[in-house]
């Protein structure tokens, strides 16, 4: 069966049906349907809800569900995810399984309630101190975001991890058709939680601290290991090159759809462009672009910033072939003739109109700056 339902309102149902039993979170848009929902569904699905006095609040109510060893999630807007950076990073520390969605805005600062992809590096670099990092999902459909829930519960239960799901505005307040189809849940047993198990074993302590170098660097090691284990198993992308095609452009979330119709337009005119899809932001697809046809002599990356993922794109081609960049930023979102005159641009073709007559961003356009 297939509902029409707004990306908020699939990430919500999706957790309930993936069996989170405690959801604490804080309004902010554009994610406010998320909470919202969850404070009519929760109770009678037999789960918590609790609207924290704050986003700081809200993530440490987190780290007490995890530590207790029931699923549990918490969901915010960009700024609200930088307010929960230090609890994140005692998640982490303590290695303690949870689900955080980040409904993107434009930033910096308050920055506005329109769309955009600016949270890159505080997602997959780790926002908050020390050595970690999240596994970090990107939805590009609403379904996906429905998909991807189940997935990222399964995920933080299996490697004891936060992860992230990072999706913007646009998604956020998307309708679409959804099969609310529900994932065989997988079973892990958390002998390690503080739940009290009436004496029947030794007393449980979750912490992030010692005081001692040699400890606190064996956990870290440790952790790193489980990282490279989320890196061997679970790295995700959508790679439609193959041979013939000239330009690789990479682009995730819901801008990757603009970018499909780029390449449409493209193709019509004789120009062999593909889609490379990061589905995990962490762990990166990196290897994808080693592996890509003779063909290929540029990479283009598009996104909504002023340049994050392209970092990671130019650690994956080593120099391999030269990298472009297109972004948009405070909200605005390319349409896809902006997209493929950059392609016409680096293959020495001209430029056509946009078909809303929105300007072409170039580097004319910055002069005079702030």
Known sequence: MKVLMKGNEAISEAAIQAGCTAFFGYPITPQNEIPEYMSAKMEKA?????????????????????????????????????????????????????????????????????????????????????????PVYAPATVQEAWDMVFESFDIADKYRTPVQILLDGMLGQMMEPVEMKVHPRLNIDKPWATNGNADKRPRNTITSLSLFGEVLEAMNLQRFKVYEEIEKNETAVENTVKEGDTVAIVAYGAPSRIVRNAIDELRAEGINAALIRPITLWPYPYDTFQDLPKSVKHILVAELSMGQMVEDVRLGVNGKYPVHFYGRTGGVVFEPGEIANKVREIMGKPAKPLASGQKQMTDSNLKGGI
């Open 46 to 134: 037999g789960g918590v809800f609790i609207q924290a006095e704050s986003e700081v609040g809200a993530i440490n109510m987190v780290y007490g569900a995890a530590a207790a060893g029931v699923r549990t999630m918490t969901t915010s807007s960009s700024p609200g995810i930088a307010l929960k950076q230090e609890g994140i990073s005692y998640l982490c520390g303590a290695n303690l399984p949870c689900v955080i969605a980040n409904v993107a805005r434009c930033g910096p600062g308050l920055g506005g309630i329109l769309p955009g992809q600016s949270d890159y590096f505080q997602a997959t670099r780790g926002g908050g101190n020390g050595d970690y990092y999240t």
